[in-house]
DNA sequence: CTCATGTGGTGTTTATAATACACTAAGACG
DNA sequence: CGTCTTAGTGTATTATAAACACCACATGAG
């Protein structure tokens, strides 16, 4: 057995987790129970396990701090500046994911410690780095959003157009021509228009669409996919 | 002071440096010298110092390597399977690089134990898994190419509209109208036509241009930058 | 000397995609 | 029954992308 000369850093995973409700967007944090920083808000994670692919150390530490589980990860940047972390030398590898806020409900019996879900432009100040990569993966999504049919993953499994136009709207932090984004959102071809109508706030019935996540595949399949 | 309870993995930082000549798309590779994977081929790179920013590392790294110095890095992801590395746990933090491949020659007396340009879709086999690592910084340089004015990294101080267009030809693989080609890059207002004009091969003289580094850095600053 | 070859340079037309823009239908509620 | 709110729809205009062909000039071969 070989080992390299150099000494070894702590690594860890942090998740940045979005969601949308009618408050606008909202991101995941837990409050600290240790030292540094303790008391403070901050991204949920922890250190890797050894035997855990980076991408498990994430899902893990994001379902024993908030309870949330089942989501798409996916690779967001990784941190390394010496003195982000007052003890140690630590490299964390940030990763995000978008989900249904309505469907991930955090409280204290989903086995979050203390977990909730603060505005992205109004939330407390962050432990460590943490306020940078939420920054970070804030543009990563709007640049996202803007070039690719995205964010289904924030909505129901059956919504309207309407929602989908209020989600860009809210991310995006611009308005929307209503017409112009049916077009455009319709000829992607990734939504399935349902026999289902939904009864509105203002007792209207609104068409509900459903997310082809195959066609979506197809779709990654022959651009790009960026994945490790 | 505090101490994390997990064991910490070894981190590294590894290299794709992507550079351009008549020959194609090249990639700078090294000789390893050491088991595991010894003689094999792999990218540049090595440990981290607890005391250095991630780039450092790597710009360190690429220094002692292979005499390479001066580019300009960009964070690529993050790889960190268990057994990528058959010693121990090792994530690997992947920068990737462009740079102009005649002012960037490798031979033993710049520094490089065995460093030498190899081209990207014709290279030896390469140690761990830096073969997929080569791969995700291809996609991701093709990616930029097609939704940015960029590359030029990859040519002399001054070039002219016919080495552009080729940087773009060879790293996208496909044919481009000449025409078209010339009205959009200039279009970008990232080129500045100069007084000079350079005698080409078949002795034709051609305009020469530079790239208006000073404009990209405007056009970037009201765009996405991505840097940590 | 001339003719074939290679390379730099140039505009216009057509198709496709993005944008701007305004009204109707229907139920709720007072 | 009038007002408010929201879902849904089409066209004209503009900007962007794509297709396309020829000339000028120097070289080198015969």
Same mark, same amino acid.
């Given at each position: 057995m070989y080992s390299y000369e150099y000494p070894h850093p702590a690594v860890t995973v942090d998740c940045v987790v979005f969601? %949308?409700?009618? =408050?606008?967007? @909202?991101v995941l944090l837990i409050q600290r129970d240790l030292e540094p920083f303790a008391l403070s808000?901050? %991204?949920?994670? =922890?250190?890797? @396990?050894?035997?855990e692919d980076l991408g498990q150390s994430a899902r893990r530490e994001l379902a024993e701090e908030t309870g949330v589980t089942d989501l798409y990860l996916e690779q967001l940047?990784?941190?390394?500046?010496?003195?982000?972390?007052?003890?140690?030398?630590?490299?964390?590898?940030?990763?995000?994911a978008i989900v249904n806020l309505l469907e991930h409900k955090v409280s204290p019996d989903t086995g979050a410690r203390s977990a909730a879900w603060f505005p992205v432009d109004d939330s407390p100040p962050l432990a460590f780095d943490h306020r940078l990569i939420l920054d970070l993966a804030l543009m990563r999504l709007?640049?996202?959003?803007?070039?690719?049919p995205l964010g289904f993953e924030f909505l129901p499994e059956k919504f309207t157009?309407?929602?989908?136009?209020?989600?860009?709207?809210t991310i995006l932090c611009e308005g929307l021509d209503k017409r112009?984004?049916?077009?455009?959102?319709?000829?992607?071809?990734?939504?399935?228009?349902?026999?289902e109508v939904e009864i509105d706030v203002a007792h209207r019935a609104a068409q509900l669409y459903r997310f082809d996540k195959e066609a979506y595949v197809r779709l990654q399949a022959q651009g790009y996919a960026f994945e490790i």
């Open positions: 969601g %949308l409700d009618d =408050g606008g967007l @909202k808000w901050a %991204l949920p994670g =922890g250190s890797i @396990k050894l035997d940047a990784t941190f390394g500046k010496p003195g982000r972390d007052p003890r140690e030398r630590v490299i964390t590898v940030a990763y995000f709007q640049s996202k959003l803007r070039n690719q157009l309407t929602q989908v136009q209020r989600l860009y709207e112009n984004f049916r077009k455009k959102i319709l000829t992607t071809g990734l939504l399935v228009p349902l026999d």
